[in-house]
């Protein structure tokens, strides 16, 4: 996702672009940085100070990308981003690389699984998290060309997979969740956010080799929420299921219980969220370990699901 994003802002970089890095990425924004000297600025390993420039350049004018490690722009600058940037409805993007557990060993410094919750909850922000790498592209892409204020972009670590098609990723829309395997069965609905989108492939995957029809939908969208989309979910299928690399609390399981408010009918007896459990882990290993030992890997879900249907 991340080298994703790099493309899409080289190639469709306008006058006003402006990249600001907290002092890292170089290995991925040299071409950008080469091809675009005017449009950089390293702001150093001062998160708090990077948001406030890039407020006042956007209030001149700019529209700023502020990136750095998914913590580290978030929760240190967290008052800046909140009175500077999102109450004066500002241009600015917070990109976060290394959502979740992208960066598994170096421990929970590094881990971002509070930021869905925590960004999403600041007036005038829209929050972004795409499941693969050409969502990754063309959300970019739009955030560039249009004026859409204050923005949170949650992207992975890198060596994500690809997995839309150009057909596919034809009916992208910011707002909208993006089917990507509609079944006729009204079974099984996996809907996925962030990095996630590949292990709902691969549940759903899992599911037709035991002659078990599936949908996948991807919410590359947080907020706002498409509760239209959550809620014809839930009212066509039997069972759905969310996966998000993010806390259980305040996140895309949270969004889409919010978007049933006020709705009668909806049966929640069947609805499976995978989520991380609100809690600082000690375990030290890569993402997919991780996400194993905290029952958001496929084989987990999957077999967590085939209990629950026999049930």
């Given at each position: 996702?991340?080298?994703?994003?790099?493309?899409?802002?080289?190639?469709?970089?306008?006058?006003?672009?402006?990249?600001?890095?907290?002092?890292?990425?170089?290995?991925?924004?040299?071409?950008?940085?080469k091809k675009f000297p005017d449009k950089f600025i390293n702001a150093g390993v001062a998160e708090q100070n990077m948001i406030g420039m890039a407020a006042g350049m956007a209030m001149a004018g700019k529209k700023?990308?502020?990136?750095?490690?998914?913590?580290?722009?978030?929760?240190?600058?967290?008052?800046?981003?909140?009175?500077?940037?999102?109450?004066?409805?500002?241009?600015?993007?917070?990109?976060?690389?290394?959502?979740?557990?992208?960066?598994?060993?170096?421990?929970?410094?590094?881990?971002?699984?509070?930021?869905?919750?925590?960004?999403?909850?600041?007036?005038?922000?829209?929050?972004?998290?795409?499941?693969?790498?050409?969502?990754?592209?063309?959300?970019?892409?739009?955030?560039?060309?249009?004026?859409?204020?204050?923005?949170?972009?949650?992207?992975?670590?890198?060596?994500?997979?690809?997995?839309?098609?150009?057909d596919s990723i034809k009916k992208l829309k910011l707002g909208k969740g993006l089917p990507l395997i509609e079944s006729k069965s009204k079974e099984i609905a996996l809907l996925s956010t962030g990095g996630m989108l590949e292990t709902a492939v691969d549940v759903s995957k899992?599911?037709?080799?035991?002659?078990?029809?599936?949908?996948?939908?991807?919410?590359?969208?947080?907020?706002?929420?498409?509760?239209?989309?959550?809620?014809?979910?839930?009212?066509?299928?039997?069972?759905?299921?969310?996966?998000?690399?993010?806390?259980?609390?305040?996140?895309?399981?949270?969004?889409?219980?919010?978007?049933?408010?006020?709705?009668?009918?909806?049966?929640?007896?069947?609805?499976?969220?995978?989520?991380?459990?609100?809690?600082?882990?000690?375990?030290?290993?890569?993402?997919?370990?991780?996400?194993?030992?905290?029952?958001?890997?496929?084989?987990?879900?999957?077999?967590?699901?085939?209990?629950?249907?026999?049930?």
């Open positions: 996702m991340r080298n994703s994003f790099f493309r899409a802002l080289e190639e469709h970089a306008q006058p006003n672009t402006v990249f600001m890095t907290g002092d890292l990425g170089f290995g991925v924004i040299d071409k950008f940085v700023v990308f502020a990136y750095s490690i998914a913590n580290f722009n978030t929760l240190r600058p967290l008052e800046q981003i909140r009175s500077d940037v999102a109450y004066h409805d500002l241009n600015v993007t917070i990109v976060s690389v290394g959502g979740g557990l992208a960066y598994g060993a170096l421990g929970i410094s590094h881990h971002a699984t509070e930021d869905l919750a925590i960004l999403r909850a600041i007036p005038n922000m829209t929050v972004f998290a795409p499941g693969d790498t050409v969502e990754a592209y063309h959300i970019t892409k739009k955030i560039i060309t249009e004026n859409l204020g204050p923005v949170y972009l949650r992207l992975g670590r890198a060596g994500e997979a690809t997995i839309h098609s150009e899992r599911l037709k080799e035991k002659g078990i029809e599936s949908s996948v939908y991807s919410f590359h969208t947080i907020k706002p929420m498409d509760v239209d989309l959550v809620r014809k979910i839930f009212n066509e299928y039997k069972y759905v299921v969310s996966m998000e690399e993010h806390s259980c609390i305040g996140g895309f399981s949270s969004a889409i219980l919010e978007s049933l408010v006020g709705i009668t009918n909806v049966k929640l007896e069947n609805f499976m969220p995978f989520a991380l459990p609100s809690e600082f882990t000690s375990k030290v290993g890569d993402q997919n370990y991780l996400r194993d030992v905290y029952g958001i890997s496929p084989e987990k879900i999957f077999l967590k699901l085939c209990e629950k249907i026999k049930s």
